[in-house]
């Protein structure tokens, strides 16, 4: 564990700058253009294929995911980047590796990828360390992505961070009753839904069109657009 030698450009957007801030892993992903993907711990089935989806496709053309380490859409995010892809923000001491169900992929970003954290080793997250560590999820991102969310949900302080910063808000469409949150942010016209998942990566990493001659199975039967359940039938190890 070290701490950041420079100012890192995209969280001068924070209310505060950082006083310190400690990572283990890759910095050079800082450098790349990157997207933070946020969400329910409680995701629904369309809503986990699509985060999967969307986070596989941004970092297989270059982009880096941020997210906050969380179970749920969190993990999701990150798993879908791959762990040299992605960027973990945590609430604690990077030795914690909190929550303990993700203690693995966590090891495993820390390997290949960047943890980065406010906080001294041995701190336990708390409810205020959740909010700072939201706070630095949203500035790293050059757009924020919210794949689910009920209104009075955490996920809604990053939403009121991301709008305060003036940062472009994206989510998933979804039916009536269902993710309150996203829908009343589309309502009222503070985020923009993403109906392609192939149409949003190339505009947003301004790419003329996306490969189509992937020899990876997985990801060919993902473009199909199947349901989740038909996805984990055929790849249980590889659908979350």
């Known amino acids: 564990?070290?701490?950041?030698?420079?100012?890192?450009?995209?969280?001068?957007?924070?209310?505060?700058?950082?006083?310190?801030?400690?990572?283990s892993g890759n910095l050079e992903l800082l450098k790349k253009t990157?997207?933070?993907?946020?969400?329910?711990?409680?995701?629904?089935?369309?809503?986990?294929?699509?985060?999967?989806?969307?986070?596989?496709?941004?970092a297989?053309?270059?982009?880096?995911?941020?997210?906050?380490?969380?179970?749920?859409?969190?993990?999701?995010?990150?798993?879908?980047?791959?762990?040299?892809?992605?960027?973990a923000v945590l609430p604690c001491g990077i030795d914690i590796k909190y929550p303990a169900i993700n203690k693995n992929l966590l090891g495993d970003i820390e390997k290949d990828g960047l943890l980065l954290s406010q906080f001294d080793m041995g701190f336990r997250a708390t409810p205020w360390s959740f909010v700072v560590r939201n706070e630095v999820v949203v500035a790293l991102g050059d757009v924020l992505v919210?794949?689910?969310?009920?209104?009075?949900?955490g996920s809604m302080r990053s939403i009121e961070i991301a709008l305060k910063m003036n940062k472009d808000i994206y989510v998933f469409a979804h039916r009536i009753g269902e993710s309150e949150a996203t829908?009343?942010?589309?309502?009222?016209?503070?985020?923009?839904?993403?109906?392609?998942i192939?149409?949003?990566?190339?505009?947003?990493?301004?790419?003329?069109?996306l490969e189509t001659g992937c020899?990876?199975?997985?990801?060919?039967?993902?473009?199909?657009?199947?349901?989740y359940d038909e996805a984990?039938?055929?790849?249980?190890?590889?659908?979350?």
């Open 1 to 23: 564990m070290e701490v950041v030698g420079e100012k890192i450009a995209q969280l001068k957007a924070m209310k505060n700058y950082p006083k310190q801030l400690f990572y």
């Open 34 to 58: 990157k997207i933070s993907i946020i969400g329910s711990r409680k995701p629904s089935k369309y809503s986990r294929m699509l985060a999967h989806q969307l986070s596989s496709s941004l």
């Open 60 to 87: 297989k053309h270059g982009a880096c995911i941020v997210s906050g380490g969380a179970m749920g859409i969190d993990a999701i995010a990150h798993k879908g980047a791959g762990e040299a892809n992605t960027i």
């Open 146 to 153: 919210v794949a689910e969310a009920e209104l009075g949900s």
């Open 183 to 196: 829908n009343e942010l589309l309502k009222t016209g503070k985020a923009k839904a993403i109906y392609d």
């Open 198 to 209: 192939d149409e949003f990566v190339a505009e947003f990493l301004h790419v003329e069109s």
């Open 215 to 227: 020899s990876d199975d997985f990801v060919k039967f993902c473009q199909t657009n199947p349901t």
């Open 232 to 240: 984990l039938k055929l790849y249980p190890q590889r659908v979350f």
